[in-house]
């Protein structure tokens, strides 16, 4: 999965087990977090644009989580683009 702003380079992460994919969690909440703080809107503002409850946007300020359908929506509406990427599975070979 590639996160990337728009007109920025992309950032790689590949997901290969379910400890990777609440470390990606992490980090884009962290992301929206520092989006919210720093666009210049209230809360109110961007929960009219996006349809993310107040209540929502205001748990992810204070450090909580919310749903992957909310990060994708929040990272839609701030710039980003998530671009899914299917990864080639190699075949063990026994010895």
């Known amino acids: 999965m590639t996160v990337r702003k728009k007109s920025e380079i992309p950032v790689i992460i590949l997901l290969t087990n379910v400890k990777s994919k609440l470390i990606l969690r992490c980090m884009l909440i962290d992301l929206l977090r520092a989006q919210i703080k720093s666009c210049g809107k209230r809360r109110a ?8 409850e107040e209540a929502v946007l205001y748990r992810i300020l204070q450090g909580g989580s919310c ?9 839609k509406y701030f710039g ?7 990864v080639k599975v190699k075949a063990r070979k026994d010895r």
Request: aromatic share 4%; hydrophobic share 40%.
């Open 80 to 86: 980003f683009e998530i671009v899914r990427k299917k």
């Open 45 to 52: 503002e961007i929960s009219r644009e996006t349809g993310v």
């Open 67 to 75: 749903k992957a359908e909310t990060v994708e929506a929040l990272l």
